[in-house]
Nanobody, 117 residues
Framework: VQLQASGGGLIQTGGSLRLSCVAS????????MAWYRQAPGKQREYLAL??????????HYADSVKGRFTISRDNNRNTVFLQMTNLKPEDTGVYYC?????????WGQGTLVTVSS
């Protein structure tokens, strides 16, 4: 399994950004995929999860991003997205996508998001 994240960049407070993560290998629509971030000097933080994309109510969000971030998937392109709105300086960090396949966690290389005040 390989995950390739992209879409990060420098954005002003209040702006929006969409991250993408392309999955290759043994990732199917039945696998859970998630986004995490790691701010400078802090531990990696969970942000959003989408479980089996065939079921309803299959998304979950951390309180810190609920209402601002949206996780979605395009199964035809094996891609998971993170739409981020109303960005704040505290959203700055390296964003990682994650897939759980066969009980094992796989990570992408991360994409840097910097929110300027």
């Amino acid at each position: 399994v390989q995950l390739q994240a992209s879409g990060g960049g420098l954005i002003q407070t209040g702006g929006s950004l969409r991250l993408s993560c392309v999955a290759s290998g043994s990732v199917s629509r039945g696998n859970a995929m998630a986004w995490y971030r790691q701010a400078p000097g802090k531990q990696r933080e969970y942000l959003a999860l989408q479980t089996d994309s065939a079921t309803r109510d299959n998304t979950h969000y951390a309180d810190s991003v609920k209402g601002r971030f949206t996780i979605s998937r395009d199964n035809n392109r094996n891609t998971v997205f993170l739409q981020m709105t109303n960005l704040k300086p505290e959203d700055t960090g390296v964003y990682y996508c994650n897939a759980v396949v066969g009980g094992r966690h796989y990570w992408g290389q991360g994409t840097l998001v910097t929110v300027s005040s």
